[in-house]
C-alpha cells in the first residue's frame, strides 16, 4: 500500500555529517564486509545481489513501506505512482508450463487485436513461449509506447493458433472503475486507487451523473490502497470550501512538514455524501475519508480503515535507484492521526521473546479529538466509520479454490459451454442450481492444497500433546472425534462455503463477458453496505442526526 506525498528531497547537512562520527565508522564498516565477502567468500557471490541485500537489510527493521526500488522495477513503481505504462494493456496468468490472458483492458491494444481471457501465449517475438513465466513474458510484452510486439496465441474459443502484431501504447489504468445511478437520484463512485490525475476522472464521473438527476453521492473507497497525496486533497476538495485544511504532514527533516488545503472550487458543498471504506481502506483513502468526516461532510460508512497514517516520499539514489522512504506522518483535521501501527518499537514479544506481531497503539496512548461540529473522533486505529457494519470475510476455502485457478478454470469452461446460449445482464446474473451442481461435479477428484485453520489447530495440538506427554489414549480419542466430526473435506466445504464461492464464480464468469466495469456493477447487488448508505442519504432527517450527534463512542 502506497502512501501519497509530495516530492520531497532529503539531505544531510555537512554540520550533520561531521558530528555523526558513528555514521561515517558504520559505513565503512559496510563497505569493507561486503568487499571482504566478494574477495575471500568460499563460493562466489554476485556483486550485484550483495549490494541489492545490503541496502534492502538497512529498510528491512524500518516500517514496510520505506523500500529500495532499483532501476529494474521503475517500470512498477511508475505504474504504481501514475497508472500508466507502456505495453498491450492487459493482466496476464501462469497456466502451467504456460502464460494466458487473464484480462484484456477495455479498450486497449491488446482488446483491439481480439485477444480473450484463456488466450495462450505459445510465442513473443518469435520466441517458443512454453516455460516461460508471467515475468518473462510481461518484459517482453511491456515497451515504449509506438512500437510493436509480435505474438502467437491459441484462441480459447476457437483452438486455432494465430498470429498478430500489436502496437504498445501508453496504457492507463482507470482509477474509476464504475460509475452509475444506484437508486433514486443516488449516484455511486467506485474509486480503485491515488494515482497521478485520477481525480480528474472522479470530476468527470460528478458531471455525468448530475446529468442523469443524482442529487446525493456514494464515494467507494473499499479497497483502495491509497496513492498520490495531492490527489486526496484534490477529491476532498470538490466536496468542501476552497481553502480548507484537509491534511498536514510532521516530519523530521527538511521540506517534510507542510499542510495541505483545497485550491479549486468546490463541486457540491451541500449534496449529501456517503463514503464507503473498509479494512482495506488505507493512506491516501483515509485521508479522504477521515477529512470529510472530521469536517462533518460526509457519513463515513462500512468497516474501520486500515491505520496508515505514514507519508513516504520517493528519493533519488543513483544510477536510476529511487529510495521510497517514509518521511513524516499526516495529521487530518481535528488534528489525530489514524496510524494503527507502531513501527518504531519494532515487533512486540512475550517474555519468552516470541515474536506476536506488530506493536498496535497501546489504548493509553489513544487520543481524543473533535470534528469540525464537535463530534468525538479518536486516532491511533485508522478511521472508525458513523456507521459500523460487520466485516465480511472469505474464508480460507474459498481462497484456495480462486488461488489454486479452480473458479477460473471452471469460468472457462462455462463460458466456452454457455458461449451462444447464455445472455448475461450485470445486476441480474446469477448461477443456476443447475450451473452449481456443474461445478461441484468439476471439483468431483480434484486435489486442493487446503486445510482449514480448526484441521491445522487440530493437528498442531496432537504434535505439541505428544512432544509435551499429555497425549493419553484418552485425549488421543477426543482429538480423533473432533477430527472425525470436523469433516474437512472438499464436498462438505463446497456446501457450507456455497454462497461465497458461487459470488467468486459469478464474478469471473461476468469478467469473461463485460470486463471489470461488469464485475464491478455485478456485486453491486446485495451489497449491504451500499445499502446502508443508500438507505441514510434517503432519510435526510437521519443523514443529518448522523453528522450533528455528539455521542459517538469508541469502539
Request: charged fraction near 25%.
Amino acid at each position: 500500500m502506497s502512501g501519497g506525498a509530495a516530492v520531497v528531497v532529503l539531505g544531510l547537512g555537512s554540520a550533520a555529517l561531521q558530528n555523526d562520527f558513528a555514521l561515517g565508522q558504520n559505513v565503512e564498516i559496510a563497505v569493507n564486509v561486503m568487499r571482504n565477502i566478494f574477495l575471500y567468500y568460499v563460493d562466489p557471490v554476485d556483486p550485484d545481489a550483495l549490494g541489492k541485500g545490503a541496502a534492502a537489510g538497512m529498510v528491512a527493521g524500518l516500517d514496510p513501506y520505506t523500500e529500495l526500488i532499483h532501476a529494474d522495477e521503475s517500470e512498477d513503481f511508475e505504474l504504481m505512482t501514475t497508472g500508466k505504462y507502456g505495453g498491450i494493456g492487459s493482466v496476464i496468468r501462469q497456466k502451467g508450463e504456460w502464460v494466458q490472458i487473464a484480462e484484456p483492458y477495455e479498450g486497449s491494444p491488446a482488446a483491439r487485436a481480439g485477444l480473450d481471457i484463456g488466450d495462450t501465449f505459445l510465442k513473443v517475438e518469435g520466441r517458443d513461449a512454453r516455460g516461460m513465466t508471467t515475468g518473462d513474458v510481461s518484459a517482453v510484452l511491456k515497451g515504449d509506447p509506438g512500437t510493436n510486439v509480435t505474438i502467437t496465441v491459441r484462441k480459447f474459443y476457437t483452438g486455432e493458433e494465430q498470429t498478430i502484431t500489436v502496437r504498445r501504447e501508453v496504457i492507463s489504468v482507470p482509477a474509476v472503475t464504475w460509475f452509475g445511478m444506484v437508486a433514486d437520484s443516488v449516484g455511486y463512485i467506485r474509486y480503485a486507487e491515488f494515482t497521478d490525475g485520477s481525480s480528474d476522472e472522479i470530476r468527470g464521473a460528478i458531471g455525468a451523473l448530475k446529468t442523469r438527476g443524482m442529487r446525493s453521492l456514494v464515494l467507494d473507497l473499499r479497497g483502495n490502497g491509497g496513492g498520490i497525496m495531492q490527489e486526496a486533497v484534490k477529491i476532498a476538495g470538490m466536496f468542501v470550501p476552497r481553502g480548507t485544511e484537509v491534511v498536514s504532514m510532521r516530519g523530521r527533516g527538511e521540506g517534510t512538514s507542510k499542510t495541505y488545503r483545497t485550491e479549486s472550487e468546490p463541486l457540491e458543498l451541500a449534496m449529501p455524501l456517503a463514503v464507503l471504506v473498509d479494512g482495506y481502506s488505507a493512506s491516501a483513502a483515509e485521508i479522504v475519508a477521515g477529512a470529510l468526516q472530521d469536517l462533518d461532510r460526509a457519513v463515513v460508512t462500512g468497516q474501520r480503515t486500515f491505520g496508515k497514517g505514514l507519508v513516504q516520499t520517493p528519493v533519488p539514489v543513483g544510477f536510476g535507484s529511487v529510495m521510497k522512504i517514509t518521511t513524516a506522518k499526516y495529521y487530518i483535521p481535528s488534528g489525530r492521526c489514524i496510524q494503527a501501527i507502531d513501527y518504531s518499537q519494532g515487533p512486540e514479544t512475550d517474555s519468552t521473546g516470541v515474536g506476536r506481531g506488530q506493536r498496535a497503539i497501546p489504548d493509553s496512548l489513544i487520543g481524543e479529538f473533535r470534528t469540525a461540529g464537535g463530534r468525538k473522533v479518536y486516532d491511533g486505529g485508522g478511521v472508525m466509520p458513523d456507521i459500523r457494519l460487520g466485516q465480511e470475510y472469505n474464508s480460507r476455502f474459498a481462497i484456495a479454490l480462486y488461488s489454486e485457478g479452480l473458479v477460473d478454470d471452471f469460468a472457462d469452461r462455462w463460458s466456452l459451454d454457455n458461449r451462444d446460449s447464455r445472455e448475461i445482464a450485470p445486476r441480474t446474473f446469477a448461477l443456476t442450481d443447475d450451473d452449481w451442481a456443474g461445478f461441484t461435479q468439476f471439483m468431483a477428484g480434484r486435489k486442493l492444497d487446503y486445510e482449514s485453520a480448526t484441521g491445522s489447530t487440530l493437528y498442531h495440538l496432537r504434535r505439541v500433546a505428544e512432544y509435551e506427554r499429555y497425549l493419553t489414549p484418552e485425549v488421543e480419542a477426543m482429538i480423533d472425534s473432533l477430527s472425525a466430526r470436523l469433516k474437512d473435506d472438499t464436498a462438505t466445504n463446497l456446501a457450507v462455503y456455497r454462497d461465497e464461492i458461487t459470488g467468486l464464480v459469478e464474478d469471473a464468469i461476468v469478467l469473461r463477458r463485460l470486463n471489470r466495469r461488469g464485475v464491478t456493477e455485478h456485486n453491486l447487488a446485495g451489497d449491504k453496505t451500499l445499502d446502508r448508505a443508500i438507505e441514510v442519504l434517503h432519510d435526510i432527517s437521519e443523514y443529518r442526526k448522523i453528522l450533528t450527534s455528539r455521542d459517538t463512542e469508541r469502539k
